[in-house]
T-cell receptor, first 111, second 114 residues
Framework: QQQVKQSPQSLIVQKGGISIINCAYE??????FPWYQQFPGKGPALLIA?????SEKKEGRFTISFNKSAKQFSLHIMDSQPGDSATYFC??????????FGTGTSLTVIP | KAGVTQTPRYLIKTRGQQVTLSCSPI?????VSWYQQTPGQGLQFLFE???????NKGNFPGRFSGRQFSNSRSEMNVSTLELGDSALYLC?????????????FGPGTRLLVL
């Protein structure tokens, strides 16, 4: 059973556009929601993370929007650049360091 | 500070064999987690070790096992390999064990089972 569902599977965005990736979760005990960025041949790297007590967190061009009642959270990449082309994973965890990951979104930013 | 290192980076085995993968966490990190990454399933949690003790385990068969040494280095072992075990195996380390701790991933070991 996939605890965290991620969509879309792939995304193509023009340079300068907004990339939006969505995730939904079931377990209301989750209390930490990170997003990871992965380039080919590399391990995932933490991009930005949020706790459920805030509805939005922004770091540079990256924003997480969190909707606790809907059990959904999303990643917005503003002014998308070709260098943002990568696979993005959302994740969720609680208590112990057991993270549940989404299945990933392959983002391609066209120059 | 050096990142998480994993060895070997690539491995080819045949069905029925066993394999051992190694992970050296970031200096000072005491928690090591292992994940299996496949195109269809994404990252699946295998287990987590903290101070040489397995703290948490995912839904994988007993053929998958691990251990952690006193210097926090960790090994993962897969016995009786199956074709479906072909995947990228990722190791991640964090300072402590707990939700909210940033996990730093290594580059992974790509295992191909023939």
């Amino acid at each position: 059973q996939q605890q965290v569902k991620q969509s879309p599977q792939s995304l193509i965005v023009q340079k300068g556009g907004i990339s939006i990736i969505n995730c939904a979760y079931e377990n209301t005990a989750f209390d930490y929601f990170p997003w990871y960025q992965q380039f080919p041949g590399k391990g995932p790297a933490l991009l930005i993370a949020i706790r459920p007590d805030v509805s939005e967190k922004k770091e540079g061009r990256f924003t997480i929007s969190f909707n606790k009642s809907a059990k959904q959270f999303s990643l917005h990449i503003m002014d998308s650049q070709p260098g943002d082309s990568a696979t993005y994973f959302c994740a969720a965890s609680f208590i112990m360091a057991q993270f549940y990951f989404g299945t990933g979104t392959s983002l391609t930013v066209i120059p | 500070k050096a990142g998480v290192t994993q060895t070997p980076r690539y491995l080819i085995k045949t069905r029925g064999q066993q394999v051992t993968l190694s992970c050296s966490p970031i200096s000072g990190h005491r928690s090591v987690s292992w994940y299996q990454q496949t195109p269809g399933q994404g990252l699946q949690f295998l287990f987590e070790y903290f101070s040489e003790t397995q703290r948490n385990k995912g839904n994988f068969p007993g053929r998958f096992s691990g251990r952690q040494f006193s210097n926090s280095r960790s090994e993962m072992n897969v016995s009786t390999l199956e074709l479906g075990d072909s995947a990228l195996y990722l190791c991640a380390s964090s300072r402590t064990s707990g939700s909210g701790e940033t996990q730093y991933f290594g580059p992974g070991t790509r295992l191909l089972v023939l």
